[in-house]
């Protein structure tokens, strides 16, 4: 089967640094998404990844290690509009995607 | 602006009733999905099409159908609405039917039955 895990909520302070962490089971592999969902809104694509390693884009970046069913999401200089939630989804071996329940990120000034 | 338009944005809807949400999309996307946002679960897939013509069974497809005429709709009805229906409804199109191309996702229809 297939399962993914995030941790349900997280807080951190404006102008700091947060990872949110993903990891998955899965028998098929074929990329993993991070979105963010701002409360009431639709989720908004943030980054891709496919091969093991780090992608970085801006104030975030995306790392994965496919060996270790783990991918994180790194928040630097945080700012109050980061106050959201967001989502891990992984690429299955039919090419559909599942979804974690997602971490909603509370950002304190 | 390019993007999906969800249609409507938030309905009550009496337990038995029909009704139909709509979904149009306007960049050529061949794959298309429906999806349902319950508080501390994932999205979870209820439909989805390859491409016009074609639709598929997500994870939760029970009450619900689709239909995909050509590639800019994909209307999903609930022929008889139940409580358990009730839920934040997403409509997203993708360029690729792989899904690696990420997905573009419509503002939601916000759905209570009663």
């Known amino acids: 089967g297939q399962n993914i895990d995030q941790p349900t909520e997280m807080t951190a302070t404006e102008g700091a640094i947060v990872q949110i962490n993903c990891t998955y089971q899965?028998?098929?592999?074929?990329?993993l998404f991070w979105y963010q969902q701002h409360a009431g809104e639709a989720p908004t694509f943030l980054s891709y990844?496919?091969l093991d390693g780090l992608e970085e884009k801006g104030r975030f970046s995306s790392f994965l290690s496919r060996s270790k069913g783990y991918s994180y999401l790194l928040l630097k200089e945080l700012q109050m509009k980061d106050s959201a939630s967001y989502l891990c989804a992984l690429v299955d071996s039919n090419y559909q995607l599942i979804w974690g329940a997602g971490t909603k990120l509370i950002i304190k000034p | 602006t390019a993007g999906i338009t969800q249609a409507p944005t938030s309905q009550i809807l009496a337990a038995g009733r029909s009704m139909t949400l709509r979904c149009t999309q306007d960049?050529?996307?061949?794959?298309m999905y429906w999806y349902r946002q319950d508080l501390g679960l994932g999205l979870r897939l209820i439909h989805y099409s390859n491409t016009a013509g074609t639709t598929g069974k997500g994870e939760v497809p029970d009450g619900y159908s689709v239909s995909r005429a050509n590639t800019d709709d994909f209307p999903l009805t609930l022929a008889s609405a139940v409580p358990s229906q009730t839920s934040v409804y997403f409509c997203?199109?993708?360029?690729?039917?792989?899904?690696?191309?990420?997905?573009?996702f419509g503002s939601g229809t916000r759905l209570t039955v009663v």
């Open positions: 997203a199109s993708s360029d690729s039917d792989t899904g690696a191309g990420g997905y573009t």
């Open positions: 899965t028998s098929g592999f074929n990329g």
């Open positions: 990844n496919v």
């Open positions: 960049m050529r996307h061949n794959a």
